[in-house]
């Protein structure tokens, strides 16, 4: 019986991907990603591994990648050693373009699943007071899709305080946001979201803003981005008729992530709102939150708020807001 000879199902074809190291070893294999410092890397032999992109000599791959440098640019093409010692050869249309490793940010597969691309985590909290009867339940989530220039965001926080003869106190965030990255470090962006704090005195504010900001750091392990933009919003106070106001915003956001075991993340977001319709009134948000590697996939979490309003929408309620809570975090 003659033989059939079948091609080989992407399942089962060769990985002939290389990556030569600074120290001379050289993996074969297939690149998956390059994301803050770490190259993912998998292998037949010993699966998929993570690479400290600082380690890294040279990097061949035939698929098509998108690469991106610290200045937000992004070039496509397959993966070659560079023209020059230290540099990443990006090759499209045949021709080589040279980019210093050290430049580097961002390399991501082109057709990798949604998954591949999501970078989120899920954090549980809470706390039990025996002689008070006291609990407390803190919820927060933070999902990024990063596609070419354009990055996709949902941020959801929630905080819930129950105590017997006591009415229960409900802290409800939830943020779309939609950011694209131009040349030179600058980004333009837009956001929604949803609040509701009966603490401050408002039972529900929606709003939308829009405008831009530049990355004043932006390396492998850290971003420190400042943005200005417009806010209107439309917000239901516990007692009283529904306002609307617009409101200048200013925001600092900085996140710093370190790749050695155990890996520590740590967000940070600074936001200020001046009124321009109840001249006077000003608010002020600030979200920090702190991850540390326990295990793969795991991570002890430890969040802290506080939200200050000079003018709260009901009057008499609260002017601050504030808490810390542990948990534990799920990360993918």
Known sequence: MPLVCLPASPALAAKTDIVVLRNGDRLTGEVKQLD???????????GTIAVEWDKVASVTASATFEVEDLDGSQFFGSLTAGPQEGELGIV????????????????QRLGATLWRRLDGSLSVGASYTSSSELLKIDLATRVILTRRA??????????????????????????LSYGRRYPHRWVGFAQAQVEQNRELGFDLRGSFSAGGGRYLVQDRRQDLLAAMGLRVN?????????TT???AAATLVFDRFSYDFPTVDVYVTLSGFASLTDWGRVRVELDARWKRE??????????????????????????????????????F
């Open 36 to 46: 803050r410092g770490s190259l993912t890397f998998k292998t037949d032999d010993i």
């Open 294 to 331: 326990l295990l793969k996939d795991f991570a002890l979490s430890l969040r802290g708020y506080e939200s200050y309003d000079s003018r709260p929408a009901t009057a008499g309620a609260e002017k601050n807001d504030y808490g810390i809570t542990f948990g534990l975090a799920w990360t």
């Open 150 to 175: 354009n990055r996709f965001g949902i941020d959801g926080s929630s905080t819930i305080t129950q105590q017997p003869d006591v009415e229960d106190t409900r802290r409800n965030n939830l943020t």
């Open 234 to 242: 439309r917000e239901k106070p516990l007692d009283g008729e529904t």
């Open 245 to 247: 106001n617009l409101e």
């Open 92 to 107: 499209s249309a045949g021709a080589v373009r040279g980019l210093a490793l050290a430049r580097v940010v961002r390399i």
